[in-house]
């Protein structure tokens, strides 16, 4: 299939909700459908500017967002608008906390409203249609992040977005792990094994025992080309014994965790 590309407009937001949405833009590219930020550029001696993105997200706390009113939006672009205060001319509306796996879905939505318009298929997809649908039957993927390392944990989020993983817990302590083990269940558990503050080999051993379908990850910088030959094999070795399917080296590489995440 030949790669797609969305560009999208970016109207405000915090620069954390910026970090998030540019990890998703960047992860995206490892899709046959992807997406990235559009900025309005006119190249040198050229009249007027490139063609306008196919999508607008607006920050509706943004004061950027007060021009969103006032103009009408370009042909064929949809207005994607997270917050209160949303225009008549709006697609889709978010609230606050952001959820990434939603905006993903709705870019998804946008391809396929584009591919409707140029007749290619027959949907209709302009308001969201309800679905009956046997509770019993859906079984939402959810997974556990631990580890007080809260970029990394950014960056995770956004990559389980990917692959449809929409529920999220995260965890920063050990008794706080234990409780969300005791009463949810897990698709992935990922583990911060650097962390001190958390009794991170216990916890990922009694994850992987109590969800043995579950991918159960670790993360250490003991695993990385910059640790000594020593600890690497000791780091590994402790893997194994912990029952962790997967041990990664930190700082996590984007093509290297995907190959285990598009598993789930």
């Known amino acids: 299939m030949q790669k797609q590309r969305i560009f999208v407009s970016v109207v405000g937001f915090s620069d954390t909700e910026r970090h998030a949405l540019n990890t998703v833009f960047r992860l995206s590219e490892d899709r046959d459908l992807c997406y990235a930020p559009w900025s309005p550029m006119t190249a040198p001696g050229a009249i007027g500017t490139v063609a306008p993105a196919e999508v607008a997200l607006v920050d509706g706390q943004s004061a950027e967002a007060v021009l969103s009113h006032a103009k ?6 949809r207005l994607i608008w997270v917050g209160p205060g949303a225009p008549e001319q709006v697609w889709r509306v978010l609230q606050r906390p952001i959820q990434w796996a939603d905006v993903l ?7 396929a409203a584009k591919q409707t ?20 039957l859906v ?32 965890a920063t302590t050990t008794e706080a792990t234990m409780d969300l083990m005791g009463c949810n269940d897990y698709c992935c558990g990922v583990f911060n094994l650097d962390d001190k503050q958390v009794d991170v080999w216990s916890l990922a051993r009694m994850f992987a025992q109590r969800y043995p379908q579950a991918l159960t990850l670790a ?5 990385g080309p910059l640790a000594d030959w020593w600890n690497r094999r000791r780091v590994r070795r402790h893997t194994r014994q912990a ?5 990664l080296a930190r700082p996590l590489q984007p093509r290297e965790l995907s190959q285990w995440m598009d598993l789930l």
């Open 219 to 223: 993360s250490s910088e003991m695993a």
């Open 105 to 111: 879905n709705d870019l998804d939505a946008v391809f």
């Open 117 to 136: 318009d140029s007749g290619l298929i027959d949907l209709d997809i302009s308001t969201p249609a309800p679905l009956e649908l046997d509770p019993s």
């Open 72 to 77: 009408a939006l370009p042909a064929g672009q």
């Open 139 to 170: 079984r939402v993927k959810r997974a556990l992040l631990v580890g007080s390392d809260e970029q990394e944990r950014m960056y995770l989020r956004s990559r389980l977005a990917l692959v449809g993983v929409v529920e999220l817990d995260e």
């Open 243 to 247: 029952g962790i399917s997967v041990l």
